[in-house]
Each structure stands twice: as structure tokens, then as C-alpha cells.
């Protein structure tokens, strides 16, 4: 079976304020070599696992993080190392997220991404507003995503991603229209764009609690969403997930992968797992983690079991880069805990994911791969978000409505096992 891979780099220049992915501020030349030598190592260990010995990548992810904080001679060499250690299809799409900041416009970096076999680039833009860039904490300019744009066309990349956000504190309409006119004159292949969500851990959350972050009311962020979406839909995008826009052909073929909850692989420090097992994997079986003073600080001292061949398991690395490191480096698995994902809780996942997409679940392909119709399973809660205008059946597919797709949390919530 095809399996995906996703490849984490911690490294940042500073911290964003809304922002809860497993970053780090800063690093040194040493860090980032002692990283990427890790990542090798970790990576040839799983080559040789039953799980990846000869199966087909279809699509590769590195992300973070920033990966274009490493040296561009190091990121070449992560990507250049999946490539030769995993059976990445001809064609895969394989990319590489990226900050505009970040990126030496008359250099290298770009170009020796390119030449080790990245062929999709994914910039976070934001904003095209000077002071809605500085509220969030990038560190670019808006001269600096045009800049590296057409960088990363001059080094080769024609499959372009800009990750734009709304919903942003003293953000209006008539700001976020400008950003995406502005977007779109870049000439882009695929367009992300997100609500803000305020989560619970970062400086946003605080200044929320707090009552300082002066968040749109939710007219205008619906207002945001609605001119986004017409915007884009006339200048020739299709709408196929939630938040995510593309011109034909230039669908994330790595986001599908998540959505239609297939298998994939995480590697690196804090990535996550889903895979189904053909051999035992230490850390595994426990259903949650127990948390201790070792865990906080970044070790593995929790009660779990090794992993059973034929189940289905969601794990994850240890979450600091030094805790990753040192696993690796004393050639233990860097695998910290997870948990197995049951019948009952893959349909659930399946649903929660495949209803983010515009075309919804496959009635087939759930029949297909679980001997049972959705409505053998799910009958009564389907008809009930029918009646509600939440859900609708078309072309084989259950989906999510107009009015479903503003109130998605609500849908997906449903599907959550009882």
C-alpha cells in the first residue's frame, strides 16, 4: 500500500503569536546539522521496516516549522535523502513549505531545493498589510513574498502555494479583498486560505483571555470567507476543501492523503504517524500517554507497549528536537507514544476528514473499505443533518452544504465515537 511521508523541521526565527505547531526560535549551523543527520538516520531505519521497504511514496511534505531556516545545502540533502532511501513515485509531489523571510532571493536555496526533487513550494504570506504581518509576528514584507515568488520560479518551481489567513485582529473585508486580489496577481497554482483560530498555549490565547486582541466580529469574517471564495472561484480556482483553493490540476495531492485518512509517516522531531503495523514498534498500545516531569522536559518515560503487527496505529516522535536527537543518536526509535485507531474510530476519522472536502465522502470507497454502507453505520445521524441543511447526497459523495461548511465543527463533532 502506497504510504506517504511528511518531514519535520522545527526551526524558526521567532515565534508567531497565534501559532501552536512544534517550532523553536532560532538555530545554530551545529543544531541544524546534528538535525539533518538525525532525520537521515531515522529515515534509513524505516526504509528497511516492512511498513516502507518498496512501497510507493506518492506525495512528500516538508514542513515545520520553517524549512528554508536550514542551509540550503541541508535541506537539499533531506530532500535528497527520502528520495534515495524511499520508492518515491515518478511524479510525486513532493514539497517544501517555506517563509518569505527566509528565502536569499539571489541565492542558491530555492535552486538546491529544486535540483534534489522538490517541485511544489508552499509560501506563508498571511497578509498583504504591512501592520496585520507585524500584529501575527512574521518577519516579511510584502516586497519579500513577490521577491520570493519569483525566486522560486527562477529556480524552477511552477507549482505555487500562497497560505493566506482571515479573521485577523483589526483585520476588515475590505483588507482581506486586497489581499487576495493582490494573491492572486502572483500568479499562484493553489491558494490557502484560513480562519484564524486562537489556541489555547499561545500569546494570542493570553491576549484573548485577556480581552486585548480585538478579533472581527463574526459578520465580517463571514463576509471575509464569502468574497474570498467568489474571488477566487472567478479567477478560475476550484473550491475542493474547506480552506483550500486550486486551478485544475494543482490539487495538494499530500493534503488528500490526510483528508481521505490514508496512511503516512512523519519523521523528525513531534511529527505524527498513521500506519498499520507488520512488525512490533516500541511505545505504542497505551490509549494516552501518562504525563511526567521526564515527558514535560522532553523524555519518554511514559506507560506504553510495543506496537501489535496487523493493527492500526496513530503515534508520534518525541517533541523537542534535543529529545529526538538523543534517541536517535543512541539508536533507540524516537517514537514517544500512540495509540491504536479501532474499526469504529477509523470510520469516525474518515468521515471528520472526508467531509472537509468540497465532494465529500465516497459512498463507494467507504463501502469499499469497510464492508458497510455509511448508512449501515451512520444512518440516523445522516438524515438528521440532512433535515437540517448540513448535509446533502450528490454524485455518490455525502457532503457538507453551503451552510455545512460555515458550521463544519458541528458536523465533523458528530461523527465522534460515543
Known amino acids: 500500500m502506497a504510504v506517504s511521508l511528511y518531514i519535520h523541521i522545527p526551526y524558526c526565527v ?80 513532493v514539497t517544501t513549505e517555506a517563509n518569505p523571510g527566509t528565502i536569499d532571493f539571489e541565492g542558491d536555496k530555492l535552486k538546491l531545493a529544486y535540483e534534489a526533487g522538490a517541485n511544489r513550494i508552499s509560501f506563508g504570506v498571511q497578509a498583504r498589510q504591512p501592520h496585520l504581518l507585524e500584529r501575527l509576528g512574521r518577519i516579511h514584507t510584502p516586497d519579500q513574498v513577490e521577491k520570493a515568488v519569483a525566486a522560486a520560479r527562477a529556480a524552477g518551481f511552477s507549482n505555487i502555494n500562497l497560505d493566506l489567513m482571515y479573521g485577523l485582529p483589526g483585520q ?10 493582490w494573491a492572486l496577481g502572483l500568479g499562484p497554482t493553489h491558494i490557502s486560505a484560513y480562519s484564524l483560530i486562537v489556541e489555547e498555549g499561545t500569546p494570542f490565547y493570553v491576549d484573548y483571555d485577556a480581552g ?94 510495543p506496537g501489535e503487527p496487523g493493527q492500526k496505529y496513530r503515534f508520534w516522535n518525541l517533541k523537542t528536537p534535543t529529545a529526538y536527537r538523543g534517541a536517535v543518536e543512541r539508536s533507540d526509535w524516537p517514537v514517544e507514544a500512540g495509540e491504536v485507531i479501532d474499526r469504529p474510530g477509523e470510520m469516525a476519522e474518515t468521515m471528520m476528514l472526508g467531509l472537509r472536502l468540497l465532494e465529500g465522502v465516497s459512498e463507494e470507497r467507504f463501502l469499499n473499505r469497510f464492508g458497510a454502507t455509511l448508512d449501515q453505520v451512520y444512518g440516523p445521524k445522516i438524515e438528521q443533518l440532512i433535515v437540517h441543511n448540513l448535509l446533502e447526497r450528490a454524485d455518490g459523495h455525502l457532503r457538507l452544504t453551503y451552510r455545512g461548511l460555515r458550521l463544519g465543527n458541528q458536523v465533523w463533532q458528530e461523527f465522534l465515537q460515543d
Open 14 to 93: 521567532q515565534k508567531c503569536g497565534y501559532c501552536d505547531f512544534n517550532s523553536y526560535a532560532g538555530s545554530r549551523p551545529d543544531e541544524q546539522e546534528g538535525y539533518v543527520r538525525a532525520l537521515l538516520r531515522e529515515m534509513e531505519r524505516w526504509a528497511g521496516r516492512p511498513e516502507l521497504a518498496g512501497q510507493p511514496v506518492p506525495t512528500l511534505f516538508v514542513g515545520g516549522g520553517t524549512p528554508t531556516m536550514l542551509e540550503g545545502r541541508h535541506l537539499a540533502a533531506v530532500i535528497a535523502g527520502a528520495r534515495r532511501l524511499f520508492a518515491v513515485a515518478p511524479g510525486a509531489e
Open 212 to 305: 486585548r486582541l480585538p478579533l472581527p466580529p463574526e459578520e465580517a469574517e463571514e463576509e471575509m470567507f464569502a468574497e474570498g471564495k467568489a474571488m477566487l472561484e472567478a479567477a478560475g480556482f476550484e473550491h475542493y476543501e474547506v480552506s483550500n483553493f486550486a486551478r485544475p490540476g494543482h490539487r495538494s495531492r499530500h493534503n488528500q492523503v490526510y483528508w481521505r485518512n490514508e496512511p503516512y509517516l512523519g519523521l523528525g522531531c513531534g511529527a505524527h504517524s498513521f500506519l498499520e503495523l507488520a512488525a512490533p514498534l516500541p511505545n505504542l498500545g497505551a490509549p494516552r500517554p501518562r504525563l511526567t516531569a521526564s515527558r514535560v522536559q522532553g523524555g519518554a518515560a511514559v506507560e506504553t507497549a
Open 172 to 181: 476588515t473585508p475590505a483588507e482581506f479583498r486586497e489581499t487576495v486580489d
